[in-house]
């Protein structure tokens, strides 16, 4: 069991720039989370995939960000234009489709600072 | 909408100890309600799942508790290797498997 894995670990850009994330989930899992964890906070969900199907989204998740997963398999998630309020950690997750609580087994995040 | 309250926000105990940690939640139908530690710098990882009340989970000196409004994480005899967040998450009914999370309880343990 190799484990969720996020690449890369830190990112600190400036403001304005685009960043994109990725992350390799378990291999036999076919459920995919994104989450945004701050400072102090639990995590926040962002957008789930089942299989390479975007199936929910988040209010917290503006136009500037997008989210892929193009062929089931490891999803990239990429902010346009960012902004200070866009630094936090960035966790993915993923579970396997047999049972709705099947718990999510998370990655160690990337980290993004904006400056 | 889906709601965690986790109390206390830190928690400092000596080596040996025990405490429990409270988790209060709202929800429209509880499919599950989650444990995980997170240690600085990591990802969350996976301790119990309680689904109905007065069900209860044992790991070492863990022990998760659950009512129809609360749950409890005890800790027994803790150790210095315990100290690290701990989250509480709730999954509804219809929600395909996202999960709210609370703020978390910061412990830590001292020799």
């Known amino acids: 069991d190799t484990g969720v894995s996020q690449d890369p670990r830190h990112k600190i850009t400036k403001r304005g720039q685009n960043v994109t994330f990725r992350c390799d989930p378990i291999s036999e899992h076919n459920r995919l989370y994104w989450y945004r964890q701050t400072l102090g906070q639990g995590p926040e969900f962002l957008t789930y995939?089942?299989?390479?199907?975007?199936?929910?989204k988040s209010r917290l998740l503006s136009d500037r960000f997008s989210a892929e997963r193009p062929k089931g398999s490891f999803s990239t998630l990429e902010i346009q234009r960012t902004e200070q309020g866009d630094s936090a950690m960035y966790l993915c997750?993923?579970?396997?489709?047999?049972?709705?609580?099947?718990?999510?087994?998370f990655g160690n995040g990337t980290r993004l600072t904006v400056t | 909408e889906d709601q965690v309250t986790q109390s206390p926000e830190a928690l400092r105990l000596q080596e040996g100890e025990s405490s429990s940690l409270n988790c209060s939640y709202t929800v429209s139908g509880l499919r599950g309600l989650f444990w995980y530690r997170q240690d600085p710098g990591k990802g969350p990882e996976f301790l119990f799942t309680l689904y109905s009340a007065g069900e209860e989970k044992e790991k070492e000196r863990l022990k998760a508790t659950l009512t129809k409004k609360e749950s409890f994480l005890h800790i027994t005899a803790p150790k210095p290797e315990d100290s690290a967040t701990y989250l509480c998450?709730?999954?509804?009914?219809?929600?395909?498997?996202?999960?709210?999370f609370g703020t978390g309880t910061r412990l830590q343990v001292m020799l």
């Open positions: 995939f089942q299989n390479e199907a975007q199936l929910e």
């Open positions: 998450a709730v999954q509804g009914i219809g929600t395909a498997s996202k999960l709210t």
């Open positions: 997750a993923s579970s396997p489709d047999t049972l709705l609580d099947s718990p999510l087994h």
